[in-house]
């Protein structure tokens, strides 16, 4: 998987490189089939810390932002949603093929 990470009004720190690439580990292990990932991470002011990210997988794209008072828990919340969108995508494939395999035995 490429991953692309920046920092807008914000020293990206080898720590919080790190972090990110630790955390997605997550989501891959979920799903498998990822060509590539952007992160951005940004100060908006002193108080908002915005972590937003697109990956890229084959079928589709997943998109996430979050926006925390602190720059690791915005990671982490941004983390759990595209956990989250990457399980949902998951189950509709199964679902869905599940579905035709108990159409064809009923036949």
Do not use: C
Not at 23 to 36: A, G
Not at 60 to 71: R, Y
Not at 97 to 106: E, F, I, N, S
Request: proline content about 1%; charged content about 30%; cysteine-free.
């Amino acid at each position: 998987m490429n991953l692309n990470i920046s920092g807008h009004h914000l020293d990206l720190t080898p720590a919080l490189r790190t972090y990110v690439t630790d955390k997605l580990k997550r989501v891959e292990r979920h799903f498998d089939h990822l060509i590539d990932a952007a992160v951005i991470l940004s100060v908006d002011n002193k108080l908002q810390h915005k972590a937003e990210a697109t990956l890229h997988a084959r079928g589709t794209n997943l998109h996430a932002e979050s926006v925390q008072g602190d720059m690791y828990a915005a990671i982490d919340n941004l983390i759990d949603k595209l956990d989250q969108q990457t399980r949902k995508f998951k189950d509709k494939l199964r679902d869905h093929h599940a579905r035709d395999v108990q159409k064809h035995a009923l036949n």
